[in-house]
Every structure is written in C-alpha cells, then in structure tokens.
C-alpha cells in the first residue's frame, strides 16, 4: 500500500449496517462506581457502546465484541453518510456474516481507559474540572471487564452468548470466561495470550518511552497546549512492526524506495516501509491519546491470568464457558504457542475447546485481515453455541 | 498455504479422484479419506455426508465426498467403546466418527486433524478439535487422560509411527488403531505377478503421490506389538467393509482394527 495513494481522498465507504448510533451509559459518582484491582475505587464511569442486531426475547442472543488495543466501539456499520471507513470488524459483523446481526445481538464498547468516548486519562475529572492525565487510575484487563459487566447489567443481558476479541480483546474474553463464565457461555480468543510476553511487555515499554520521551508530554499534561504528537507516533510505529511479519513487510515494501528509482545517497532516500511508519504514526496521533497510550499498553502488561489463579490450569478450573481459541502462524507479538498453552490447559481440565492455527503470513494483524478464513470457524462456533443455548432453555422449561 | 492458494484451492478443486495431488507440508493429511478434498474452497456443491455437518457453513466449498472406504471400520470401532468414554480422536476429518460415538454411544470426544477444513467440519458438528501435527507427539496430553485413543487408518502416513503408538498408549486407558493391511492378497497380487505398485481401494494412490509412508502388514505390526511389549486385547479383521474370521489374516484382511491396553506407564 502505497502512503500518497491512501493519502488520497477516499470514496464514502459503504455497509449493510447502514448508519449506527454510538450510544453511552455511565454510573458511578466522584471517587466510586467501580473498585479496581488496584483497590481504588473510581467514578464516575461514562461507556460508549454501539449494538447491532436485536436482542431476543428470552434475551440469549448477545455477543459482546471486545476490541483490541486501538480499536473502538464502532465495530461495524458507518457513523455518516460520508464516512470513508466502516468499523474495525465491518467484515465479520453485519447480516449473513460471522456475527451475523441477523440472528444475534452483537455489542462492543470502548474499553476503559481508552480514548474513543469511555472514561480514559483524556475525560474530565469531576473534582477538577480538568482532564486527568496522569492522576487517571492505573486500570488493568480486568477492570476493563468489570466495566462491560456494569454495561450488560444495564442493558439487562444475565449470560452473553458469547464474547469474542483479538489480542487486548482475547485478553477480556479470558478475563470473562475465567472470573465471569457463568455469564458468558462460549469465548472466541483471537491471536491472544493468557500473559503478555517480556517481548511485548517490551516493546510496550518502548512505545511508552517513545511518549514520556516527548518533551510535549509534559507529564501527561498537554491536554491545554499540543499533544506529544512526535512520541506517539514513534509508539505506533514500534506497534506496527510488531503487528506485521517479516514476510508481509517484505510481501508489502521489500525494499523499495518511496519516492525515487535508485539511491541517491543524501538524507532524502525513503524506504517504503519507512513511509509506510511515517504515515501509520502520523494518521495515529489524530485518533489516539497519548496518556491512553500509557494506561492500556500497562493494562496489557499486568495481564497474567496464571498468576492471578495460581497457576493457568488453576484459572480455567471452574470454567463453564465453551472455547474457541484461533491462532496465526506468522504472529510472533502473540505466538502460536500462547494459544496453545490456553488450549492445553483447558483440556486438561475436560474444557470445552477448540483450536486453529491459521496458516498466515500477516503477522499479528491476521487476525483483523484473514477475515474470510476466520468467518466460517467462528460462524459455526457461534451456531452450535447458539443450538446448545435454546436446547439449553428448552430443557429447562420442561 | 501460500497467500496465493488462499481461497483458490485451485490445485485441489474438484479433485476426488485418488490420483489427486497430495497436500504439501501435510504430515497426516494424505489418509485417503482426506487428501483429495484438503484445502480446496473452489466453488462447487459440498456433497457432505452428515445433514449436521459441513454443508451448514456458509462458503464452505470444501469437497467432501462419501467415502466408503473411510468408514470401514466406523461400525466396529463405535460397537467397541461403551458409554460414556472419554475419546480422542487423532487425525479425525470431518469429524463424523466423534460425532457418531457422542450420538451412539454417549461419548465425550476431541479430535487432532491437521486441517483447517477438517476443524471447521468438526466445529460445525459440535464437536472440539484441535489442530495440530501428530507428528509434534501428544506431549501436551496427561497420561491415561483418556478412555480411548483412536488412530484410524493415519499409523501409515505418520512419520514417526512408534513415537506415536507409544504416547497414545500412555495417554489413552485404551487404544483403537486401524491400518490398510499390506500383505492384502490383492496387494500381493499386484506387486508379485503385475510387478507393480498396489494401488486399490484402500491404498488409492500412485507410488509418487503417495502419502502412505508406513505402510505395514499385520504380522509387522504384531511383530512391534512383541517389541513394545504390547498384545491387542481384540483383533477385527476387515475386507471389503465386511468383519472377517481372523483366519489367514495376514492374507485376507484388507483392514486390520485393534483394540489395545494403555501402557499405564506416566
């Protein structure tokens, strides 16, 4: 993909969803609503969500979507008519597709922390009436669980059908059906782990460095003048590289210069696939906060599922909740083997679960990108969790 | 698969016929009931034998075919596990002997292919699968974690048969594992008087195109059985589909099924 080309005014996108409404839910009040793992406790809590689908009437219908680090709850559908891109999972979300609205409920929110219209570093601090910044709350994977549980009470939703995320989202999606699987009846884990990797956890480090390094970040108060803009966009870039693959980078660019047929040997020589970061960080900056950068990147790093239970097999023990955990070759921020350490730990325990490795060469990013190779294992994931549901209901009304 | 056989599946579509190419890269794919349909999605009317099976998945094209010689011995092998067993199944497919064994028999069951196809069939009908290479061993597996470990007509094409026939007698209380029986009359009939390879119905392929890299007799499979210290506990003895008297099997079983005992040993 060439940067000039993408820079270029896009057509308005189109989706069978139409135009969808982000809506907002909020509890709390100043200093409570929500204990974090931290011990702390934090309010008021805004969530923006969007929903697609219908809920049923026996209400069994729902599968909430849980979105990955820079995502959002615009999971499918337009926001405008002018809008140049649908959402983040246009293509598994909509009707006749895997998350097909036209038999299910389907959910996503903002996670909290973020910075797309749930409470995050960048929303008003009551007491001051300024942004938080930095005195925002350290917040972990299960805190932003424990905020999509405040949202399903609210929406009225006792038992999900299922929770399906990729990477931070896969992360949420064990936090469910681990501390939460009685609510949750089958998990969809995409290209995640039970705990983040020293390697993520290190470029992690490096990408907050990347910001804290930015003389503008100001100790995460810049929200009156200019953001960090450099610092994140540095952050991204890092992110990127490991969200792609040696072999996508080399599919991709190889290395072919930007702008000019052969090396002209001054400061003005361009890779491809350094204009490609360029761009991918400047395109970035516009559309993420820096501070949420920091705090969800943490909250990735905290992960760890083995040592909140124990051990993992400790963790998946009184799971209830059916498993399909999907991996990518090629991925090597969330390598095979971390799915299947998930895997062989749920079978030991006699757990429901499946497993596939997708033979890709995209990297982490397969898992946004091999849509059509995930749509048909997740459709019939859902469908035989969707059977097992009523049968379930019918059982229990006879 | 490479990023320009995603979707095509032009070098497999339609391809039923034995002589179709085998998958590359496939340890255990190439078992005659799976190789012809392996990675194919080209268009084409999946002809599936289970209503509750793959033709329910949107864009699947998978070509799944009836095979006869594919379920031999499924009847024998369902009549030997009781109720309520806990069973895995390795190099499973579709996954329509899980899925009889839950239905007949009450089974609690997981399958091991390598396929993707494979795992989307077995998704569908319900039943958990993992995809994966036998030839990777079951390590990851407790020992006696199982009632039953099956390995139907896939000791052949594995490359390490001993390895594996070891772990899934660690691993399983009880083992099932079927072979095409090569000193098969018919087979012997082809390679002594025609002077060629036997290619028949349960051994479908061509000397270059075969996955089949184990294959054994039945007295060259007792013969490791003494080796290993092992002696099946029931012998079924299969031509044509039909349960023979195990008499001059050696020669007249195109199919060999045996029931053997864990090893126990952790």
Known sequence: MAPDRTRQDKPPATSPLGIVEPQSFSFGAPGSGLVLDSGKEFGPVTVRYETYGTLDAERSNAILLLHAFSGDAHAAGLHSSTDTHPGWWEPMVGPGRAFDTNKYFVICSNTLGGCHGTTGPSSIDPNTGKPYGMSFPVVTIHDMVKVQV?????????????????????????????????????????????????????????????????????????????????????????????????????????????????????????????????????????RFDANSYIYISRAIDYFDLADKYGSLDAAFAETTTKFLIVSFTSDWLYPPYHSKEIVYSLMKNGKDVSYTEISSPYGHDAFLLESHRQEGIVDAFLETAFQQAREGQNGARR | MTPGQRGGGANHGGAASPGAESPAGGAFTGKPDSTPHSTSTAAGKPDLASPDGCSDIRGAGSQMQPDPVRRFSYDEIVGVVPRGSTVLDLGCGDGELLARLRDERGAHGRGVDIEEDMIRCCIARGISVFQGDLDEGLKDYPSQSYDFVILNKTLQVVHKPVLLLQEMLRVGRRVIVSFPNFAFILNRIQLALMGRMPVTRTLPYEWYNTPNIHLCTRKDFLRLGRRLGFTPREEICLTRGVRIPPIAANLLAEEICYVLDGSGQA
């Open chain 1, 150 to 286: 405040k949202l399903l009470d609210h929406l009225g939703i006792d038992r999900l059908l299922a929770v399906a995320g990729g990477s931070m989202g896969g992360m949420q999606a064990l936090e469910w059906a681990t501390t939460y699987s009685h609510r949750v009846r089958s998990a969809v884990v995409l290209a995640s782990s039970a705990r983040m990797s020293a390697q993520g956890i290190a470029f992690n480090a490096v990408g907050r460095n990347a910001i804290t390094g930015d003389p503008r970040w100001n100790n995460g108060d810049y929200y009156e003048g200019e953001p960090p803009a450099r610092g994140l966009a540095i952050a991204r870039m890092v992110g990127h590289i490991t969200y792609l693959s040696d072999e996508s980078m080399g599919m991709k660019f190889g290395r072919r210069l930007q702008e000019r047929d052969s090396f002209e040997f001054d400061m003005e020589d361009q890779f491809a696939v350094e204009s490609y970061l360029e761009y991918k960080g400047g395109t970035f900056v516009d």
